[in-house]
């Protein structure tokens, strides 16, 4: 079992950068998927990008590609999403998850953070 606390958010303009955090307890942070979902007002959630246990591996939703980078540092226990150009549509509460087996993320199997909010005018 792991907590997560995220923080970094706030209200930034289009075009500017955040750079969100994700502080994990516990010993094993190091074995965990980690990844970052976001939730827009009045629409579900959807994902957003993962990192695997080692850092070494990562994937991005394609409406990030380009703009966002994940990473971890597991001697901190903390995982990252660096988010540059940002647009109004990258609005919504952002949250980080994490799962022993990557496809285990999106089940009953995962444990989530609070989330914290980003809002970028126009």
């Known amino acids: 079992q792991v907590q997560l606390v995220e923080s970094g958010g706030g209200l930034v303009q289009a075009g500017d950068s955040l750079r969100l955090s994700c502080a994990a307890s516990?010993?094993?942070?190091?074995?965990?998927?980690m990844a970052w979902f976001r939730q827009a007002p009045g629409k579900g959630r959807e994902f957003v990008a993962g990192?695997?246990?080692?850092?070494?591996?990562?994937e991005y939703a394609d409406f990030v590609k380009g703009r966002f980078t994940i990473s971890r540092d597991n001697a901190k226990n903390t995982v990252s999403l660096q988010m540059n150009s940002l647009k109004p549509t990258d609005t919504g509460v952002y949250s980080c998850?994490?799962?022993?087996?990557?496809?285990?993320?999106?089940?009953?199997?995962?444990?989530w953070g609070q989330g914290t909010q980003v809002t970028v005018s126009s």
């Open positions: 990192v695997s246990s080692s850092g070494a591996s990562t």
């Open positions: 516990g010993p094993t942070f190091s074995i965990y998927y």
């Open positions: 998850a994490a799962a022993r087996i990557r496809a285990k993320v999106t089940t009953r199997d995962s444990f």
